[in-house]
């Protein structure tokens, strides 16, 4: 049996940065090019539309953290991180976890993510993909995982 006692999934946003990035060396590109001819207004709203863009962009790039300990005083925690600031931080108890749940939403451009339910009531809903089976993987580590915690939550009950 595995013996793992931290379990640490972490999600980067790869793809949304790259287009960001795109976006911003294409507004800094426009910036030069209205530095050499001030009088061209559209090329102005071209490096003001890029920089918007990138901006939103790298706002919806979302990276999140679940870490999951398997002793049952220490806090377990799921982390948001928007341009690289923390914009949402929960913390709970691994023996509080119910059920986690795979849902999915849209109805043209299918999104998937995985629901942790806990036993006060609260959810959380983590890794969004467009690919079912990557959510699906990540479900099933954490299952086994919590599973783990539970079978030797009560081998120490036996004792």
């Known amino acids: 049996m595995d013996t793992t006692k931290e379990l640490v999934i972490k999600e980067k946003p790869y793809f949304m940065w790259a287009v960001a990035l795109v976006c911003f060396a294409n507004s800094v590109w426009f910036g030069t090019i209205l530095?050499?001819?001030?009088k061209s207004w559209w090329r102005l709203v071209l490096t003001l539309n890029f920089f918007i863009l990138s901006v939103v962009?790298?706002?919806?790039?979302?990276?999140?953290?679940?870490?999951?300990l398997l002793e049952p005083e220490l806090y377990c925690?799921?982390?948001?991180?928007?341009?690289?600031?923390?914009?949402?931080?929960n913390k709970f108890l691994i023996s509080d976890v119910s059920t986690i749940k795979l849902k999915e939403a849209g109805k043209?451009?299918?999104?998937?993510?995985?629901v942790i339910?806990?036993?006060?009531?609260?959810?959380?809903?983590?890794?969004?993909?467009?690919?079912k089976e990557r959510v699906l993987r990540k479900q099933i580590v954490i299952r086994q995982f919590i599973d783990q915690f539970q079978a030797s939550s009560k081998y120490l009950e036996e004792d």
Do not use: Q
Not at 77 to 89: D, G, N, Q, T
Not at 117 to 131: E, I, Q, T
């Open 57 to 68: 962009y790298a706002w919806i790039g979302k990276m999140e953290t679940l870490t999951l």
């Open 77 to 89: 925690s799921v982390a948001e991180k928007r341009l690289f600031c923390i914009s949402s931080y």
């Open 108 to 114: 043209s451009s299918r999104c998937f993510y995985l």
């Open 35 to 38: 530095l050499e001819d001030p």
């Open 117 to 131: 339910y806990l036993c006060d009531g609260r959810c959380f809903s983590v890794f969004k993909s467009g690919v």
